[in-house]
């Protein structure tokens, strides 16, 4: 069992691993759900003059303030930023002023272990349900869609990102994991089957023990 498990979750991981390489290197539909900057180096000075810290910045802001001003002031911000996010622009993002690997290539290694070790988790569910093939490519296809369901839907509905690329998103993991899925299934499959047949027999031995008695009878 445990051989099995390895197998789907280094099996499963990769398909996974392979499909997003596909997803965001060839097909088209992230690049057209992502935005661009009308002046990125404009942009980029104004976020190192007012981001010195790699985090997560929101504007407006109105989460951080001085604990030890007075109630009064603390609400005055705290006004003066609903009128600003009325009037707008707001921004929820992930800045790293110092800059990352173009090469991605530690961020590709940590891609492949994420998708391995989640592969992993959803094949010892999956063994725990007794069903089918096509029940079980149903169940880890269902898992991958609440990932991006719960994981990405709540983002559109508190930090307005838009729709289009939150759809494009729970797509990406609902196909991703249909193919683990088929992996996993497989694989699963191979176990469960000497069990199955174990029981038609029993179940044979009975009806045929069950048949002598009544002739007996």
């Not at 596909?22 to 661009?36: E, F, G, T």
């Not at 951080?64 to 609903?82: I, L, N, P, W, Y």
């Not at 989640?118 to 880890?140: D, H, P």
Request: glycine content about 10%.
């Amino acid at each position: 069992m445990f051989k099995k498990l390895i197998r789907s979750a280094i099996l499963g991981g990769i398909v996974v691993f392979l499909w997003g390489v596909v997803s965001w290197m060839i097909l088209p539909w992230h690049q057209a759900s992502i935005k661009q900057f009308q002046n990125e180096s404009t942009v980029a000075q104004v976020i190192l003059e007012n981001a010195p810290e790699e985090g997560v910045y929101v504007l407006p802001n109105m989460f951080t303030f001085d604990r030890g001003e007075a109630s009064e002031m603390a609400q005055q911000k705290v006004e003066e930023g609903r009128e600003r996010m009325t009037r707008g622009p707001v921004m929820f993002a992930a800045i790293s002023p110092l800059g990352v690997d173009p090469n991605m290539v530690g961020s590709l290694f940590i891609s492949v272990i994420i998708s391995i070790v989640g592969a992993g988790l959803i094949a010892w569910v999956v063994t725990q349900i007794k069903t089918g093939f096509w029940g079980r490519v149903g169940y880890v296809t269902l898992l991958g869609f609440l990932v991006g369901f719960l994981g990405l839907l709540p983002s559109w509905n508190w930090w307005h990102f838009p729709f289009g690329y939150i759809a494009v998103g729970i797509m990406d993991l609902l196909i991703a994991w249909f193919l683990a899925g088929l992996i996993i299934a497989k694989i699963e499959e191979v176990k469960l089957g000497p069990r199955i047949v174990k029981r038609t027999t029993t179940l044979d031995r009975m009806k045929t023990v069950a048949k002598k008695r009544k002739r007996r009878a």
